[in-house]
Each structure stands twice: as structure tokens, then as C-alpha cells.
Nanobody, 124 residues
Framework: QVQLVESGGGLVQAGGSLRLSCAAS????????MGWFRQAPGKEREFVAV???????AFADSVKGRFTISRDTAKNTVYLQMNSLKPEDTAVYYC??????????????????WGQGTQVTVSS
């Protein structure tokens, strides 16, 4: 059974930084694509970033140049480094894992495994 546990959320001022972590278990981590999504109140869950097993990455336009995603296979952990945070980045951030994912990576429906989420609040 795949388990994903996020951590690192919190309250930060605009312009600040946070690093989210997602510890994965119950899967062969090196073979899974790992992603981050977020959901703000009253809005749909939206794609943030993905890192494939081979190391390729993709980002939502809204976070390009500000966020980076990385994975540590030795620790079965994926990270989301968030810099230059804006109030509009406020949301619950979710980690996701999927064995095979292609061009539909930006769709939450394409991901089967989810963490419980961690709150990120950016004050102005």
C-alpha cells in the first residue's frame, strides 16, 4: 500500500521561501513519477510540478522560475522548494505518485496515490 506523507508547510510572508517534503513508502520509489498539486479554498486541485523517474521535470506556468522539484531516491522523498512566494500560492499542497504517467501529468485524475496535504499560507 502506497503511503505519502507531506511536511514542511506553514505561514510565510510574501517573498519568503518554504521547502515541502513528501516521504513515500510502499512503492519502488525510483520507478514512480512524483508530483505536487495544490488546492485553494473554493478552487479545483491544480498541478504544480512533476519529476519523472528519469529526472525530467515540468512546472505549472504560475510557478516556473520560483519553484523547483527534486527527489532523493536514498530517502524515498520528493521535495518542492518554493521561493519568492506570493499570496496566491496559498493552498493545501498535495504530494502524488504514479507508476506511469505521460502527457496528462497535469490532470489530477491521472494520479492514483495521494498524501493528506500540508497547508501553505503566504501573507501579504
Amino acid at each position: 500500500q502506497v503511503q505519502l506523507v507531506e511536511s514542511g508547510g506553514g505561514l510565510v510572508q510574501a517573498g519568503g521561501s518554504l521547502r515541502l517534503s513528501c516521504a513515500a513508502s510502499g512503492l519502488t520509489f525510483s520507478t514512480y513519477a512524483m508530483g505536487w498539486f495544490r488546492q485553494a479554498p473554493g478552487k479545483e486541485r491544480e498541478f504544480v510540478a512533476v519529476v519523472w523517474s528519469g529526472g525530467n521535470t515540468a512546472f505549472a506556468d504560475s510557478v516556473k522560475g520560483r519553484f523547483t522539484i527534486s527527489r532523493d531516491t536514498a530517502k524515498n522523498t520528493v521535495y518542492l522548494q518554493m521561493n519568492s512566494l506570493k499570496p496566491e500560492d496559498t493552498a493545501v499542497y498535495y504530494c502524488a505518485a504514479q507508476r506511469y504517467i505521460g502527457g496528462n501529468y497535469y490532470s489530477s485524475a491521472a494520479w492514483r496515490n495521494w498524501g493528506q496535504g500540508t497547508q501553505v499560507t503566504v501573507s501579504s
